[in-house]
């Protein structure tokens, strides 16, 4: 084996001594960072208990309340009475309106954070919450349908194909039927009704039929059509005997 030249022998030191720079610098930014972020932390837990400490006017009911009793949102800063608040997401709920769960303040109106909403709803009603916003998600999805026999979320391909991923069953997403490739499975009458009908539950269903009405013309309700199966003598709710319903 060669020994290393003399100039080898230079080259690797200071190669070494670069290295050892690097590492010394790494750390001190390291350092740095660290007492940056304790600092921020320090100055936030003291701003925040000079909050609670103090009295504010709350921006909805205009009461002078303690801070302790107020809840200041993370992202804009506004901050109200916790009671003000509480009301505010239940009114929300109450009405289904679960994407207006924002900051009150006309001109912010940004998204509550998750944890604020579980703090003013609760437990319970953080659950309901995350239900109707993913139902809300999944309905405007325009390939989204639900299996007919037991209500699980599927995806229609383009023709209009489903498999539920729990029963397995395949089914056509206009008719609900077993899958029937090169067939019709729908009139324009029977259309009209699957708009009205209450399984029809996302704004897709609604793109469908009108997309399949606007290939075939209209006319009345063909009458005791069910989308379940024909000649079932189901109607839609609401509809009149005679099935004169016009778009």
Not at 77 to 88: A, E, N, R, T
Request: aromatic letters at 6%; proline letters at 6%.
């Amino acid at each position: 084996r060669e020994e290393p030249t003399k100039q080898q022998q230079q080259e690797n030191a200071t190669e070494q001594q670069q290295q050892a720079q690097q590492q010394q610098q790494q750390q001190q930014v390291n350092a740095a960072e660290q007492l940056a972020v304790r600092l921020l932390r320090y100055s936030a837990a003291r701003e925040a208990e000079a909050f609670r400490d103090s009295t504010h006017t709350c921006s909805i009911c205009f009461e002078q309340v303690p801070g302790s009793d107020c809840l200041q949102l993370p992202d804009c800063g506004h901050f109200y009475c916790l009671s003000c608040l509480k009301h505010h997401a239940a009114a929300q709920m109450e009405q289904g309106a679960v994407e207006n769960m924002r900051c009150p303040e006309p001109s912010c109106r940004r998204p509550f954070q998750p944890y604020v909403i579980k703090e003013l709803l609760g437990e319970a009603g953080y659950a309901r919450w995350e239900e109707l916003l993913l139902q809300r998600t999944l309905d405007k999805m325009e390939d989204v349908v639900y299996c007919p026999r037991c209500d699980t979320v599927c995806i229609e391909d383009p023709d209009h194909c489903a498999q539920c991923s729990n029963c397995l069953y395949v089914f056509c997403s206009f008719c609900s039927d077993s899958w029937h490739p090169g067939t019709d499975c729908l009139d324009p009458h029977e259309v009209r009704l699957v708009m009205m009908c209450g399984n029809a539950r996302g704004s897709h269903k609604t793109n469908l039929a009108l997309r399949f009405c606007a290939g075939k013309g209209t006319g009345a309700l063909a009458p005791g059509f069910s989308p379940m199966g024909k000649g079932t003598g189901a109607k839609a709710p609401g509809s009149s005997s005679d099935n004169n319903i016009q778009l």
